[in-house]
């Protein structure tokens, strides 16, 4: 069973730059697709960006195009978040996600979790 330990939440000012890790172990890292999820205080968990196995195919919500990045080093079993220019609107709990598949289709190929990092964002 895979286990996901995400890593480098914090509070920032807005404008600001933050990276989180998710460190994977328990299968083949390499074998799967991986994602961001996040949950603001009172709203549903949402979609923020995804990679395939071998890194080469990204997706992105609209609401970060240009401004996250996700990246993965499967050698190292581990994934990133680059989250430039944040925004008040940014602040959540941030989810490492990942699912049974190689490619990625959409969110709901995600089902397995970590515990999240906290992630505020100040004016």
């Known amino acids: 069973q895979v286990q996901l330990v995400e890593s480098g939440g914090g509070l920032v000012q807005a404008g600001g730059s933050l990276r989180l890790s998710c460190a994977a172990s328990g299968r083949t890292f390499s074998n799967y697709a991986m994602g961001w999820f996040r949950q603001a205080p009172g709203k549903e968990r949402e979609f923020v960006a995804a990679?395939?196995?071998?890194?080469?195919?990204?997706y992105s919500a609209d609401s970060v195009k240009g401004r996250f990045a996700i990246s993965r080093d499967n050698a190292k079993n581990m994934m990133y978040l680059q989250m430039n220019n944040l925004k008040r609107e940014d602040t959540a709990i941030y989810y490492c996600a990942t699912g049974s598949r190689s490619y990625y289709n959409d969110p709901t190929d995600l089902e397995s979790w970590g515990q999240g990092t906290q992630v505020t964002v100040s004016s």
């Open positions: 990679i395939n196995w071998t890194g080469s195919r990204t």
